[in-house]
């Protein structure tokens, strides 16, 4: 008797762990990592694609990548996780701001490199200059999805074609955009690649022929491994 009981009550907790485990996968495709970005012109988008080659000859290992339709050179507004039901509506209240604020108006300066450091590797990107326009932007975008902003994990991202996991802390990044990486912790830059540290280090003491661009269009994407724009799934283009 004792031990049906032990595998009735099992059984019991087995699948209220199993529902609970279900629960928590439907939760979470429920949720989509995304970025709100500024799209370059052509002129930066030159520089970018240069430098991409030249950091692949350097390192063509697990996370090396091409800027292509699929990895959009961009530069970063706002990065977070919403809910996939609440798109529709993060997209009217980005649009709202990019009608006000007007980002493409106003030209940016190139100002040099800067990378984050993994593992003997490094992320790179070409720096922007930080205006009062653009910080205003960024500030209302942050404010205008907000409220729709919830936490995720790896399973909101573009999952790797090739089946291997993204890298770790990808989703952290995300997470902590906010009190991390916006206000006077905000870099707007245009991320370029993987390469090898020690080449990276050598790129950035090198001199910078600073140059200006200006920004043809306001997107928002579906976030890959690194961070990088796999989907668009808005633009501010011919919307009115």
């Known amino acids: 008797m004792k031990q049906n009981s032990f595998l009735k009550n099992f059984r019991y907790l087995a699948l209220i762990m199993f529902s609970l485990s279900f629960q928590m996968v439907l939760a979470q495709s429920d949720i989509i990592a995304i970025d709100v970005l500024l799209d370059p012109d052509q002129t930066m988008l030159d520089s970018a694609k240069v430098y991409n080659e030249s ?3 350097n390192y063509s290992g697990p996370g090396s990548f091409s800027l292509d339709a699929s990895h959009a050179p961009h ?8 809910k996939r039901t609440d798109l529709e509506k993060v997209y009217k209240a980005v ?8 980002p493409t108006e106003e030209k940016l300066t190139a100002t040099g490199f800067y990378y984050i450091a993994a593992g003997g590797l ?8 930080t205006t009062v326009k653009l910080m205003r932007f960024h500030t209302k975008v942050i404010e205008a999805v907000k409220p729709f902003m919830v936490e995720g994990t790896d399973a909101a991202f573009v999952q790797n074609a090739n089946g291997t996991p993204l890298m770790r802390g990808t989703a952290h990044y995300v997470n902590t955009f906010v009190p991390d990486h916006s ?3 905000f870099n707007p830059h245009v991320t370029i690649g993987l390469a090898k540290e020690d080449f990276l280090k050598e ?4 001199p910078y022929n600073k140059f200006t661009f200006k920004n043809i269009s306001v997107s928002i994407y579906h976030l890959g491994d690194l961070g990088t724009a796999q989907k668009k799934l808005w633009t501010s283009v011919n919307k009115k």
């Open 122 to 129: 490094g992320l790179a990107g070409i720096t922007a200059d």
């Open 75 to 82: 530069v970063t507004v706002l990065q977070c996780f919403v």
């Open 55 to 57: 950091m692949q000859k």
């Open 95 to 102: 649009s709202k701001v990019v009608k006000k604020e007007k």
């Open 183 to 185: 206000g006077v912790n």
């Open 203 to 206: 790129l950035v003491a090198k």
